[in-house]
């Protein structure tokens, strides 16, 4: 699968192609549109969400390029992704009611390709933040942003087309991702995914350039975590247990002749599994131990362990559950930020 960031570069035209119908010219059939309840919706959502989607114009060394971003607190906070604005020697932000300001970098999370950016100004309309951890496949999703640099404020329709992917781009890999066939075009980078109620579930992120309609957006819930530490004024981080382990399906359990299929194994190896000093090892956890949940949430294909902590800050207490011979007890670990951030 090949895959694309939805960031538009440089200048350029694009040219469409028009269809005409041929016919005897004498005869206009009107047609009144009468709008669905799930069409209005979406016109509702559009209008409400759309004075908080703002458009990036971003010049660098060697180019200039645009994308999106997501207003989330009303005094000048904005979301987008780390490959919109990486790099940036100016950045320049749009609002929908024709205002620009001048954007700063506040940081960048390498791990998932986010970034924050902040502008001076006050009373802004910021979206609305749902949960990513509620979505469904085949429920609404609403693509707003401003797609190939030029068709700013554009609303795009249609579904979550599946839960957790995992995909490579041209910076890495990212996982736990929205797939949703609503349209993302180059410039709809770092803009929203919204649901039916017009809460953001997703930050858009890239497309397939080997077919229509699959797109793919971070779920808000992994992009929360950032959001908040640069409103307290942090550094962006990201958590860290310290454990080395196998993610299990039903073909490494049973070649280990584990009890269960889902989870994250502690496996023995060259190198403990418990990291020495790590919170890991603080909390008690020793090798051979399986997690399977964490603070209730079961690990399995759709929620791996990774993406289950990413959701959360360094410094922060969580619960885990984890089978240790024939018992499951739970551990309280308190995260560690991540290493080389």
Same mark, same amino acid.
């Given at each position: ?48 969400? =759309? *004075?908080?989607? +703002?458009?990036?114009?971003?010049? #660098? @060394? $060697?180019?200039? %390029?645009?994308?999106?971003?997501? /207003? ?73 942003? =401003? *797609?190939?640099? +030029?068709?700013?404020?554009?609303? #795009? @329709? $249609?579904?979550? %087309?599946?839960?957790?992917?995992? /995909? ?84 490494? @359990? ?88």
């Amino acid at each position: 699968l090949s895959i694309i960031f939805g960031a538009a570069g440089g200048a350029g035209a694009t040219y469409f192609v028009l269809g005409g119908v041929q016919g005897s010219g004498d005869i206009v059939t009107q047609i009144r549109q009468t709008l669905t309840s799930e069409q209005s919706a979406i016109v509702n959502v559009a209008e409400r969400v =759309s *004075p908080a989607i +703002v458009t990036l114009e971003v010049t #660098t @060394a $060697g180019s200039d %390029s645009v994308g999106s971003g997501v /207003i989330y607190s009303a005094d000048g906070w904005i979301v987008t992704n780390r490959h919109v604005v990486e790099d940036a020697t100016s950045i320049t932000v749009n609002l929908k009611d024709g205002r620009d300001f001048v954007g700063t970098i506040y940081g960048i999370d390498t791990l998932t390709d986010l970034a924050i950016v902040k502008v001076e100004a006050t009373d802004l309309s910021a979206a609305t933040l749902g949960r990513s951890r509620d979505i469904q496949v085949g429920q609404t999703a609403i693509a707003m942003g =401003s *797609p190939l640099g +030029v068709y700013t404020n554009s609303v #795009t @329709a $249609g579904i979550i %087309s599946a839960l957790g992917r995992q /995909i490579t781009t041209e910076s890495g890999r990212l996982d736990g991702l929205l797939q949703t066939d609503a349209a993302i075009n180059p410039g709809n980078s770092g803009g929203a995914l919204v649901d039916s109620s017009g809460a953001v579930i997703g930050i858009n992120t890239a497309i397939s350039n080997e077919g229509a309609g699959i797109g793919f957006a971070i779920p808000i819930d992994i992009a929360r975590p950032i959001m908040e530490q640069a409103l307290a004024g942090v550094p962006l981080s990201r958590p860290w247990i310290g454990i080395r382990y196998t993610s299990l399906d039903r073909r490494s @359990a049973a070649q280990n002749n584990l009890p269960v299929f889902q989870g994250a194994w502690l496996s023995p190896g060259a190198e403990p599994a418990v990291v020495p000093g790590s919170p890991a090892e603080a909390a008690g956890f020793t090798d051979g131990d399986i997690v399977v949940k964490v603070e209730g949430v079961a690990i399995d294909e759709l929620h791996p362990l990774q993406d289950l902590l990413v959701q959360y800050s360094p410094g922060a207490t969580i619960v885990l559950d984890v089978l240790r011979g024939e018992s499951v007890i739970q551990l309280s670990v308190t995260l560690g930020t991540r290493p080389n951030q």
